[in-house]
């Protein structure tokens, strides 16, 4: 994640990069919208009914959220982690010193960050994924453009086939038998969930032992794809000159809804038509080859909106998240796992979609709130000051240095 290391100015330079962590706050919002409905429900994602998503209205919102959100804000963040990948390769020239040694610091850190929150918090976590990856795109740091772009292609196509071929396999009997099974898990991990903390520590692991090809067969793939496509944006500084290229931002986003939301909505539909596992299983292959499309518009559009009046009012509101976006995103883990777990309030099984989407707002906004109070005084968030330090081991510091008069502000990663 990218930082500055003191107060923003006006200069070209600082309003490019307040458009990039805007971006990235932008990113957090829709994936607090997809992790929510994880600690909301243990019915969540296994292709079974949710009781508590009967009604019209909790439908349309799990419609919603499934057309919007799944599957699309994850590779939004993905792009933006290859791109911040450049930024740290270039930091490193700069200060004279070998870049892999740096990184690979820096993916034990974020890895190690990541195991702690899968198991205290959210099984779902995505950081260990990122850390695995990263090491990958280490590796293929020096290869091509060409070869780079190829092997996301490659990727999304190859996930997209087998998902395909995977839901053409089964029949409805083979998934009568899952959901069966499915239905125990679900109230397994409901009462243990709403037992004690150390039971909510043990189901975590458990969900984790279940669900960890989940990630490596599904996530990992279109990420890594993205990680190189935003490693390719990134060297050509694609977005450090937002503004020189609005009629490539044009294309994308209008490609990208064109080939994107056919895929959200067949992926979207089995919302509205319970018990139909067969039939998710074959939609998920399609959304598996559309949903980069459909990241990429969305991210094309933002920056358009971005460069507009009203536009840089906004980034400015969710730039401040973006710039503390690893910080942020432990937090809103920690704050569901308050609010719907044995840690807390155990609400879990007691929220529908319609409602846990209020909630997800709610605890946006505070985001919003407390980044624009912390980076108001430091330079880093809390985490991002951790991961710092495991990176140049040494501890910078955190408080926010003031710049001399007439002397403008640097960023740095």
């Not at 805007?22 to 929510?36: D, E, H, K, Q, S």
């Not at 990958?136 to 772009?149: E, K, N, S």
């Amino acid at each position: 994640m990218t930082t500055h290391l003191s107060a923003p100015d006006p200069s070209p330079s600082n309003e490019r990069q307040q458009m990039v962590d805007a971006l990235r706050g932008f990113a957090l919002l829709g994936i607090l919208v997809v992790n929510i409905a994880s600690f909301a429900s243990t019915y969540y994602a296994l292709g079974i009914p949710d009781p508590l998503a009967m009604s019209l209205a909790d439908r349309i919102a799990s419609f919603m959220r499934a057309f919007a959100f799944e599957t699309k804000f994850y590779l939004l963040f993905s792009f933006l982690f290859g791109y911040s990948f450049t930024l740290q390769m270039r930091a490193a020239e700069r200060d004279g010193k070998p870049f892999a040694p740096r990184m690979v610091r820096r993916l034990f850190g974020l890895w190690a960050i990541g195991v702690a929150h899968a198991v205290l918090l959210y099984y779902g976590d995505i950081l260990m994924a990122y850390a695995v990856l990263g090491a990958v795109l280490l590796m293929l740091r020096r290869r091509g453009d060409v070869f780079l772009a190829c092997a996301a292609v490659g990727l999304v196509l190859l996930t997209a086939l087998l998902w395909a071929g995977v839901g053409s396999r089964y029949t409805q009997l083979d998934m009568q038998m899952a959901v069966q099974a499915a239905y125990a898990d679900a109230a397994a991990a409901l009462a243990a969930y709403r037992a004690t903390p150390l039971s909510v520590i043990v189901q975590h692991v458990r969900d984790l032992s279940q669900t960890w090809w989940v990630t490596a067969l599904v996530q990992a793939p279109e990420a890594l794809a993205v990680f190189f496509a935003g490693f390719i944006a990134g060297k050509r500084g694609l977005l450090a000159h937002v503004e020189a290229h609005r009629r490539l931002l044009w294309r994308v986003l209008w490609w990208g809804l064109a080939i994107g939301l056919p895929g959200a909505l067949a992926y979207a539909l089995p919302t509205l038509h319970l018990n139909d596992a067969v039939r998710e299983l074959q939609d998920l292959s399609i959304t598996l080859l559309t949903a980069p499309f459909l990241s990429a518009a969305y991210a094309a559009g933002m920056l358009l909106v971005f460069q507009t009046g009203r536009g840089r009012v906004l980034a400015r509101a969710l730039a401040p998240a973006g710039r503390m976006a690893l910080t942020n995103y432990l937090l809103q883990s920690l704050v569901c796992a308050w609010i719907f777990l044995a840690y807390g309030l155990r609400l879990i099984g007691t929220l529908g979609p319609l409602a846990t989407f209020g909630v997800a707002l709610a605890i946006f906004a505070g985001n919003l709130l407390f980044s624009a109070w912390w980076m108001g005084r430091f330079a880093y968030g809390p985490v991002e000051w951790l991961l710092r330090a495991v990176t140049y081991l040494r501890l910078p510091p955190i408080r926010r240095s003031r710049p001399a008069a007439g002397q403008r502000g640097s960023a740095a990663p």
